[in-house]
């Protein structure tokens, strides 16, 4: 998979690391970043074989060779995860809240019954890879370093069981806004992204496969995301697709509490803690289509936006409902007085090191 003649081979940490000597970055246009199409120089690659992890390494960026029966193409044992560094206004870069990143990996690992990655590991190697991939972190007001750690099933084996072999594996990719401005939803009153006692917590590819369909219809229909509701009564709000989903109703922040089928974001945990800071009341909380559409209707419900990783906080400008569309005014007439604007802000100004960091999120590569 790797031309060892072309590498610098450095032995002294706890994996290897196969540095290429021809970059790729003068290639790259970043003034012009499509989300996801582009990847960095180098990926950190490690095998579980025999009941244990081996020695993994980082390498310069390229295809994996794999059987074509290697178990996660016929049942679909494969999690992963998104994180970001950020540039700050020095020139230093940062890991953003890379802890809960890697607890939240190793909690799908478990309901997907993959082996667990040792956090230790996990971290070194997260913080290598950007170390050694630093011009790869774009600089602007929307831009970051995507990450993109994940585990895939890759025994050879066509009965139905959990493998016995997994590849764990981390790559990165400079990006900018993941949506150029407002989201226009839907909500989604068939179709269903998660049930009780499945996979929904969990970042399973599956998941996200079965959301592909109704995601098209959708997009069919003029919207860019949809708003999926329970599986059992499709009456009350759950996320929104790529996003964990907000509300200001009545001058409140309101989520939809996590469970079983709701994923617990990180971006959704910083934006309500930093809400507290900012004095901004919240609710946690079921919240039903009845609720928000009677609200859409009254002007009780202000704001609605998505929280997460890819999107940041991005404000959502028009909710249909069963036919009928409700906008949202985005624009308010003074700036910042949103409350999405608000923790936008304030969310930025930590990652970018323009403001104190006082929960310790932002971890120094």
């Known amino acids: 998979m790797t031309d060892v003649s072309q590498m610098k081979i450095d032995t002294t940490r706890s994996f290897d690391v196969h540095q290429t000597e021809t970059s790729r970055l003068d290639q790259v246009d970043f003034s012009n970043l499509d989300f996801g199409r582009v990847f960095s120089d180098h990926m950190f690659v490690m095998d579980f074989e025999e009941g244990r992890w081996q020695r993994g390494a980082i390498e310069p960026y390229g295809p994996f060779t794999m059987s074509p029966a290697s178990m ?33 990996f190793n909690i799908s690992a478990r309901r997907m019954c993959m082996p667990e990655v040792p956090e230790d590991i996990f971290m070194e190697a997260l913080a290598a890879l950007v170390d050694i991939d630093q011009a790869w972190v774009p600089d602007g007001d929307e831009a970051s370093l995507y990450i993109r750690p994940f585990m895939i099933a890759t025994d050879s084996f066509v009965g139905v069981r959990s493998s016995d072999k997994y590849t764990f594996s981390i790559f990165t990719c400079p990006v900018d806004a993941y ?21 929904g917590f969990a970042k399973a590819a599956g998941n996200y496969a079965g959301s592909l369909y109704p995601s098209q219809l959708a997009r069919q229909e ?18 929104s697709g790529t996003m964990n989903a907000m509300f200001v109703i009545n001058g409140k922040l309101v989520s939809p509490e996590t469970s079983d089928t709701i994923l617990n974001g990180v971006t959704r945990d910083s934006v309500i803690t930093l809400a507290n800071d900012l004095g901004i009341e919240v609710e946690i909380r079921k919240i039903s289509v009845t609720e928000l559409e009677n609200g859409l209707r009254t002007g009780a419900v202000s704001e609605a936006f998505g929280v997460g990783t890819a999107a940041t906080i991005k404000s959502i400008d028009l909710i249909g409902v069963d036919g009928t569309d409700y906008p949202l005014n985005t624009m308010p007439a ?24 006082t929960h310790g999120w932002s971890i120094p590569v």
């Open 72 to 104: 996660v193409f016929h049942y679909g044992q494969a999690i992963f995860e998104g994180m970001k560094a950020y540039r700050s206004k020095d020139g230093s870069v940062s890991l953003f809240r890379p802890g809960k990143n890697i607890e939240r």
């Open 179 to 199: 949506y150029k401005g407002a989201v226009r939803v839907k909500v989604e009153r068939h179709y269903t992204r998660a049930t009780p006692g499945g996979t």
């Open 222 to 239: 003029g919207y860019d995301q949809l708003l999926w509701t329970d599986a059992s009564t499709h009456e009350f709000i759950e996320e």
């Open 334 to 357: 003074e700036l910042g007085s949103s409350v999405a604007m608000q923790l936008s802000h304030a969310l930025d100004a930590i990652r970018r090191g323009k403001a104190d960091d």
